[in-house]
Nanobody, 115 residues
């Protein structure tokens, strides 16, 4: 089992930036995918960005060009740099780990974009 702990959420004005971080511990295997999902009130949880241990990335269209995912395989961490934030980015952001269908979720961190 993999445990995920997120940090870095908060309140930011439109156009601002935030950086989310997630640290994984436990039984971590190579070939995994780590990333970020988000869920706004009344919405379903949706993919934001993922990155394989080999470095391949996948982004939601809504965040392309604004968000950047990165990871450090030696430290088992994944980060999400969020720039040019918009009010519609407001959501709880969840760190996610997947290894051939074995998944784990973090507890979530709130990101609020508001003036």
């Amino acid at each position: 089992q993999v445990q995920l702990v997120e940090s870095g959420g908060g309140l930011v004005q439109p156009g601002g930036s935030l950086r989310l971080s997630c640290a994984a511990s436990g039984s971590i295997y190579t070939g995994n995918v780590m990333g970020w999902y988000r869920q706004a009130p009344t919405n379903q949880r949706e993919l934001v960005a993922t990155m394989t241990s080999g470095g391949r990335t996948n982004y939601a269209d809504s965040v392309k060009g604004r968000f950047t995912i990165s990871r450090d395989n030696t430290k088992n961490t994944v980060s999400l740099q969020m720039n040019s934030l918009k009010p519609e980015d407001t959501a709880v952001y969840y760190c996610h780990y997947d290894w051939f269908g074995r998944t784990s979720w973090g507890q979530g961190t709130q990101v609020t974009v508001s003036s």
